[in-house]
């Protein structure tokens, strides 16, 4: 696996993060409208300065354990979202992504997933990712859906975010099922 790691979608490109994107990765980390749907609560300046170093330092890793990459718009380099796939098990992956609230209903958080998904399977070689998804996020539910992932069941109290337990919708595609699109 080369580094840096920078993929084009078709309105998106998916690129390594850098310390200069602090202030852009605040703005999505920090709005409890996108962290409202993630599995963290808003986060401060220092909170994401540590997760961008990191996101940095463990992509540096052999072999890598997540593939953590900023998305963009192909015309502008300014950070509007990140897509993640968490490496576990035997070729298998967790796919996340998140959004930046102004930035939603243009189709980027599935082209992201799209991207990252077709990566894992063609590059990285993996035979399993899976998507857990809040109940209420309807946004997300139709991302996977429409990419062909596939309703496993609840796991029940997955995440304790603000301020209470939720439970997530686990859904996954495996290698065989996907197109490549």
């Not at 990191?54 to 900023?70: D, S, V």
């Not at 992956?93 to 077709?118: C, F, N, P, Q, V």
């Amino acid at each position: 696996m080369t580094y840096p790691i920078r993929i084009a979608g078709a309105s998106i490109t998916l690129r390594e993060f850098t310390r200069a994107d602090i202030n852009d990765v605040l703005a999505i980390i920090g709005d409890d409208k996108v962290t409202a749907w993630l599995s963290f609560d808003s986060r401060d300046r220092a909170q994401a300065v540590a997760m961008i170093e990191g996101t940095i330092e463990r992509a540096q890793h052999e072999p890598r354990t997540e593939i953590y990459l900023a998305v963009t718009k192909h015309d502008d380099d300014r950070v509007i979202g990140f897509s993640r796939i968490g490496l576990t098990g035997v070729q298998a992956g967790k796919l996340g992504y998140a959004i930046a609230a102004m930035e939603w209903g243009h189709g980027y958080a599935t082209d992201a997933a799209r991207t990252l998904t077709s990566y894992a399977f063609k590059e990285l070689g993996l035979h399993r990712i899976s998507a857990a998804i809040g109940p209420d996020n309807a946004a997300s539910i139709a991302v996977v859906q429409q990419l062909g992932f596939t309703r496993e069941g609840i796991l029940r109290d997955h995440v304790f975010t603000n301020g209470a337990w939720r439970d997530s919708v686990l859904f996954s595609v495996l290698a065989h099922e996907w197109r490549y699109r």
